[in-house]
């Protein structure tokens, strides 16, 4: 997911601000990754349009959320990082939102982790740390929320590893994309009948 520049703490947004930080990071995040793949020749990371790469994508995305609501269960500290931040994001979204909340992080996160800096760091397990690590920092919106960044490094870890063994973008593309759609989703169906804050 994309990330609003305050504290979940801080007031609630509205949905034009909300909408506003996932457009801006998208187009900042899209620069870097062509900026990068220019400047430093990268050769991104094969992009190929089959039933298996969905199929990969819709399995990651399952393991994700499953590993997701375990976690949100047995760590109090995550559970409440996570709340925070989904309230903060989701609340002030319209249901025809959280397809942006895929489409745009799912895109533009996945062309720069996954597609231009696993291959400029060499496509093995270091360039899955450091891209993890550096997908995780993305997701900190303040300090109290360090769980929340790192429930995102280690999912950052599964799409790298799945877009090195699959060698092809397209895997974790889909998996981001479903998993921030999906969990949007639920979210959103699980408080309907909290009074909205936006």
């Not at 187009?27 to 992009?47: C, E």
């Not at 990969?56 to 499953?66: H, K, R």
């Not at 895929?102 to 982790?113: A, I, N, R, V, W």
Request: with cysteine.
């Amino acid at each position: 997911m994309n990330h609003p520049p305050s504290s979940p703490e801080s007031e609630a947004l509205t949905r034009t601000q909300v909408l506003l930080a996932m457009i801006v990071t998208a187009v900042l995040l899209l620069f870097v990754a062509k900026l990068w793949q220019f400047l430093g020749q990268v050769p991104l990371l094969s992009i190929q349009f089959t039933p298996m790469a969905l199929l990969w994508g819709l399995g990651l995305m399952l393991g994700i959320t499953a590993a997701s609501t375990l976690i949100h269960r047995l760590w109090p500290a995550y559970r409440h990082s996570a709340d925070l931040y989904l309230d903060l994001v989701i609340r002030p979204l319209e249901w025809p939102d959280l397809l942006w909340l895929g489409l745009l992080p799912g895109l533009s996160e996945e062309l720069l982790f996954r597609g231009v800096m696993l291959p400029a760091l060499g496509l093995n397990w270091g360039a899955i740390a450091l891209s993890s690590l550096l997908f995780g920092v993305l997701h900190l919106s303040g300090l109290n929320q360090w769980p929340y960044m790192v429930w995102a490094t280690f999912v950052g870890v599964i799409l790298g590893v799945g877009a090195i063994v699959t060698g092809n973008l397209l895997v974790p593309v889909i998996a981001h994309i479903l998993t921030n759609f999906v969990s949007g989703c639920l979210w959103k169906w699980h408080h309907q009948r909290t009074p909205s804050e936006s």
